[in-house]
């Protein structure tokens, strides 16, 4: 069993940075897809950055050059560094890891096995 707690969210102006931390603990997360989802308000859940175990990184088109995901594997961590935040950028952000076989998608939300109970980050005008 793996515990997922999310860190680092809150309220920025637009254009402004955040660093979101996912701290893991029940395993070592060495071998596992992490990602992160957000949820908008009115919206469905939707991917936003995953990293496997090899160290691949995916993103949406969306966040794509504003925001980058690193794992920390040795303190069992996983960031999200968010730049150049928009409005809609605003929305739950989750954590969530992969315990699967390599050939399952990093991007589809029902291939995770763990989430964390997100975390608010509210971007203004």
């Known amino acids: 069993q793996v515990q997922l707690v999310e860190s680092g969210g809150g309220l920025v102006q637009a254009g402004d940075s955040l660093r979101l931390s996912c701290a893991a603990s029940g395993r070592t997360l060495g071998t596992y897809t992490m990602g992160w989802f957000r949820r908008a308000p009115g919206k469905e859940r939707e991917f936003v950055a995953a990293?496997?175990?090899?160290?691949?990184?995916y993103y949406s088109d969306p966040v794509k050059g504003r925001f980058t995901i690193s794992r920390d594997n040795a303190n069992n961590t996983v960031y999200l560094q968010m730049n150049s935040l928009k409005p809609e950028d605003t929305a739950v952000y989750y954590c969530a890891a992969d315990r699967g076989s390599s050939g399952s998608s990093s991007v589809v939300a029902r291939n995770y096995d763990y989430w964390g109970q997100g975390t608010q980050v509210t971007v203004s005008s």
């Open positions: 990293i496997r175990w090899n160290l691949n990184t």
